[in-house]
């Protein structure tokens, strides 16, 4: 059974930085396309970034651009969001999500829930103005 146990939220000030870890349990990590997602209070879910399996493409929504940065280490089947110049728009439950993709697969555009085969139970990041 795949797990997935998200860490590193909580509460920081506007413009400082936090980096979430995302660390998968079960099939082969090199398998799978990795994305991560938000859900502020009140919203609906939203894409914020993915990785492929490779690890050598990532995608990011706009809003998050220049400002987060996903990468993974297979080593330790682990995914990470850095994210800098946080202000308060950023807070929300992030959620990280597994795709099974074939091998090393270079793909990183799934950007929709649906396309993903496993959930994280999410991790509160608040940032405060």
């Known amino acids: 059974q795949v797990q997935l146990v998200e860490s590193g939220g909580g509460l920081v000030q506007a413009g400082g930085s936090l980096r979430l870890a995302c660390a998968v349990s079960?099939?082969?990590?090199?398998?799978?396309?990795m994305g991560w997602f938000r859900q502020a209070p009140g919203k609906e879910r939203e894409f914020v970034g993915a990785?492929?399996?490779?690890?050598?493409?990532?995608y990011y929504t706009d809003s998050v651009k220049g400002r987060f940065t996903i990468s993974r280490d297979n080593a330790k089947n682990t995914v990470y969001l850095q994210m800098n110049s946080l202000n308060p728009n950023d807070t929300a439950i992030y959620y990280c999500?597994?795709?099974?993709?074939?091998?090393?697969?270079?793909?990183?555009?799934?950007?929709?829930?649906?396309?993903?085969?496993?959930w994280g139970q999410g991790t509160q990041v608040t940032v405060s103005s």
């Open positions: 999500a597994a795709r099974n993709t074939p091998n090393y697969s270079r793909n990183a555009g799934y950007t929709r829930g649906y396309q993903y085969d496993y």
């Open positions: 079960g099939r082969t990590f090199s398998s799978y396309a």
């Open positions: 990785i492929s399996a490779s690890g050598g493409s990532t």
